[in-house]
């Protein structure tokens, strides 16, 4: 594939590659990219934390394995974890404790 100059080009297409594989429910591969985006130069701050929270919903979904485990990691450690709504949730995965209703 060619390399693509343009930034904004690059950041909606790899977007777009995470709302597929969200949709085909390949949630590991989708949570990376949303995640990936989000932390990129020249992504606003509403639409970063938006895939923030989108990667981190589909880490939650995603099989279980150490995959998983590596990504919900990466996302605990981020610095927006203090404005996500289930970030107590976050944190029980990644200790791996029992989640309780």
Known sequence: MREIENKEIQLRYRRSTAVMQDARRDFLNAARNY???????????QTAMEL?????????????G????????????????GTYPFNE?????????????
Do not use: F, P, W
Request: with cysteine; aromatic share 6%.
């Open 35 to 45: 995640y990936q985006v989000s932390a990129e130069a020249g992504v606003d701050a």
């Open 52 to 64: 923030y929270n989108k990667s981190v919903t589909c880490a939650i979904l995603s099989d279980a």
């Open 66 to 81: 150490h995959q998983k485990s590596r990504m919900l990691n990466i996302l605990y450690k981020d610095s927006r974890i």
């Open 89 to 101: 949730l976050l944190k029980k995965m990644t200790m791996s404790h029992i989640i309780r209703s």
